[in-house]
């Protein structure tokens, strides 16, 4: 029987760069005689479809179609606790993942911001300067930041506002690397290397240059943790490779995959694709 699916995009979000991934999806699902409409978050979708592939961030939206019974790719729950730097690392916390340290910043209000900073240095009790301090919403290495004191990291916070953040321990033998491993169901289907001589980020938008990695036993089972934990059918894992061992830095439920196409050759759409048409057989 034939598969009839749904892809959903966002409405507000209209750039070449994630075009392209749509595309791909699209053709990786035709290859495979699959029928996939395409939906962005302000439409209505109607009945008849077998999947959701909920390539967005619209929590609501997907808990909604998933009250409908739609089995989504990845699940609602997934995506909102991979979108939340802090509820990724808090979920994770008690599952003997190794991560660097991180901590929540105080709550406040967007209208009002923090009008003393007299919670930084309960906050660096635990650490030592720099400090990485991130945006608990961000992609793409934006809205992550290194602060080499403490006047650096209260003007990091008052221009972020009131926006969630977190203070996370900067690992200095990793600064501008790591590893990318992208993961679909239980297996590794490409990872690269990422590094930058210029940034502490290694990410490629911000400059940094990539090449082909070849996933160690102790970074497979990492990710494949992560994964089962998280309830991910598919995800960016990235990893720093720090002198205690391989230390999970971020989970992304929608990781772009043109970069790492470039530097592997692995079109992760296509392995997508065949997971979801395995998945639903079940």
């Not at 979000?13 to 053709?27: A, T």
């Not at 036993?217 to 089962?228: N, P, Q, S, T, Y």
Request: overall charge negative.
């Amino acid at each position: 029987m034939k598969l009839k699916g749904f892809l959903v995009v966002n409405a507000f979000l209209n750039s070449n760069k994630f075009n392209e991934i749509y595309d791909w999806l699209k053709k990786a699902a035709y290859k495979r005689d699959i029928d996939l409409d395409v939906f962005n978050n302000g439409e209505i979708i109607p009945e008849g479809y077998d999947f959701g592939l909920f390539w967005d961030k619209d929590i609501p939206l997907a808990k909604s179609l998933e009250k409908r019974g739609i089995r989504l790719f990845n699940s609602a729950e997934a995506i909102r606790i991979c979108d939340d730097k802090y509820v990724t690392y808090d979920i994770l916390s008690d599952s003997e993942i190794a991560m660097p340290l991180t901590k929540a910043v105080p709550m406040t209000y967007e209208n009002i911001g923090f009008t003393n900073f007299d919670f930084v240095d309960g906050l660096m009790s635990d650490f030592e300067y720099p400090v990485v301090i991130k945006e608990c919403h961000g992609s793409f290495g934006a809205q992550v930041y290194l602060a080499d004191n403490r006047d650096a990291a209260c003007r990091v916070l008052s221009e972020i506002g009131g926006r969630p953040a977190i203070f996370q321990e900067y690992i200095a033998e990793c600064s501008g690397n790591d590893i990318r491993i992208n993961m679909v169901g239980n297996k590794a289907v490409c990872a690269m290397e990422r590094y930058n001589d210029h940034d502490f980020r290694a990410n490629v938008t911000n400059g940094g240059s990539m090449r082909p990695h070849e996933v160690t036993g102790d970074e497979l089972e990492l990710a494949l943790r992560v994964m089962e934990k998280l309830g991910l059918d598919f995800a960016g894992v990235d990893i720093l490779l720090s002198d205690k061992g391989p230390l999970l830095c971020e989970v992304n439920s929608n990781a772009h995959f043109k970069n790492i196409f470039d530097c592997t050759g692995v079109n992760v759409a296509d392995c997508i694709m065949d997971y979801i048409i395995e998945e639903l057989k079940k």
